[in-house]
């Protein structure tokens, strides 16, 4: 049974900064490829950031590039979504979600299959 936790995230300035961590349960982290979503009010859940397994390949929403960066520590079985920067338009609920299935990492919601119980992220203009 894998198992997603979020934590930290928070109320905060726009320009300001917050780190989200992820830990997951499971004996393989090192394999499974790790996204973050986020969904606002009233909008669809859209892709933030995704890391493969080693940490070698990443990629990220054109919203968030360059503001962002998705990392992981496979001794702590921990992702964490570093933001920076952050704008009134990154106001939204954070999740992360697993895909154990040993592939090329992707943006398609669809292929993670463990999700955490999201954590929320309020910036203030």
């Known amino acids: 049974q894998v198992q997603v936790v979020e934590s930290g995230g928070g109320f905060v300035q726009a320009g300001g900064s917050l780190r989200l961590s992820c830990v997951v349960s499971?004996?393989?982290?090192?394999?499974?490829?790790m996204v973050w979503f986020r969904q606002a009010p009233g909008k669809e859940r859209e892709f933030v950031a995704v890391?493969?397994?080693?940490?070698?390949?990443?990629d990220y929403a054109d919203s968030v590039k360059g503001r962002f960066t998705i990392s992981r520590d496979n001794a702590k079985n921990t992702v964490y979504l570093q933001m920076n920067s952050l704008k009134p338009e990154d106001t939204a609920v954070y999740y992360c979600?697993?895909?154990?299935?040993?592939?090329?990492?992707?943006?398609?919601?669809?292929?993670?299959?463990?999700w955490g119980q999201g954590t929320q992220v309020t910036v203030s203009s």
């Open positions: 979600a697993a895909d154990t299935t040993i592939a090329v990492p992707t943006r398609d919601s669809g292929r993670y299959a463990h």
């Open positions: 499971g004996r393989t982290f090192s394999t499974y490829n």
């Open positions: 890391v493969s397994g080693r940490g070698d390949r990443s």
